[in-house]
């Protein structure tokens, strides 16, 4: 996945919004309230994944107060692989954060994934207390557990959107559906460091979760086996001696 040269920001926040139209304002406020903490040159990218509810029209209205911000809207649903991509590809931080826009995530935490990058090059978030429903942390535990067995991972918390990465990580990942669920194990095999941090989490307070087990574990079962076989096919030697 290529990104732009155009590298002049440390930090880069990324957020598909797929119909979070009431969450929208409270995260802005909170995003700035916790960033202009961190004296860093930043952008705030919001990826509209075909929005029904005017969340368009929020972010629009944001931007007009708050020029940090930035808009990419699609026409249609694609997902939440789609929306990332599309972020990244127009990121101009030296690091991207990934975040929900359903405010389930804190971006108070935000800190002690900068603090990681330090030493690692991916940082992934650990919902450690989960504030969901009951059958959607049981969908999440069973999800985990499948792709860590089957991919042969120790990622606790796959599915949390609050991941760091440095940009260089996207320079050779190929684009495709379902690999945000993946980004820990592509980015091992491109050589990349991982570490995980315990994140909060808050329930939800608006909109409706667009995950169940149905779309979480069955969906991404090809996926998950397409991931299985490149690990089992990935190239490795050791030179001795060039000349």
């Known amino acids: 996945m290529q990104t732009t040269p155009n590298h002049d920001l440390e930090l880069s926040i990324i957020i598909p919004v797929y119909n979070e139209r009431d969450n929208l304002v409270p995260l802005e406020r909170k995003l700035e309230e916790e960033l202009v903490k961190l004296h860093l040159d930043y952008e705030i990218i919001f990826v509209d994944d075909g929005s029904v509810d005017g969340s368009p029209h929020i972010i629009k209205s944001l931007r007009k107060y708050n020029p940090k911000i930035k808009l990419i809207q699609f026409k249609n649903n694609h997902g939440q692989s789609a929306a990332f991509a599309a972020g990244f590809k127009v990121a101009r931080g030296k690091i991207f954060v990934t975040l929900d826009a359903d ?30 429903p009951w059958v959607k942390r049981v969908a999440s535990k069973i999800g985990n557990a499948v792709r860590n067995s089957l991919s ?6 796959t599915g949390c959107s609050l991941k760091a990465f440095r940009r260089e990580c996207f320079d050779n990942i190929k684009p495709f559906k379902g690999m945000h669920r993946f980004f820990p194990t592509l980015m091992k095999m491109e050589g990349f460091k991982v570490a995980q941090v315990k994140v909060s989490h808050f329930p939800r307070l608006y909109g409706k979760s667009k995950y169940n087990i149905r779309n979480r574990l069955f969906a991404s079962l090809h996926d998950l086996m397409a991931i299985r076989w490149m690990k089992k096919r990935q190239i490795n030697y050791d030179i001795i001696q060039e000349d």
Not at 152 to 157: G, L, P, R, T, V
């Open 103 to 132: 405010m389930q995530n804190n971006p108070a935490d935000i800190p002690l994934l900068l603090e990681k990058t330090e030493h690692y090059d991916v940082v992934c978030g650990w919902r450690f207390k989960r504030n969901d």
């Open 152 to 157: 042969q991972e120790e990622i606790a918390d």
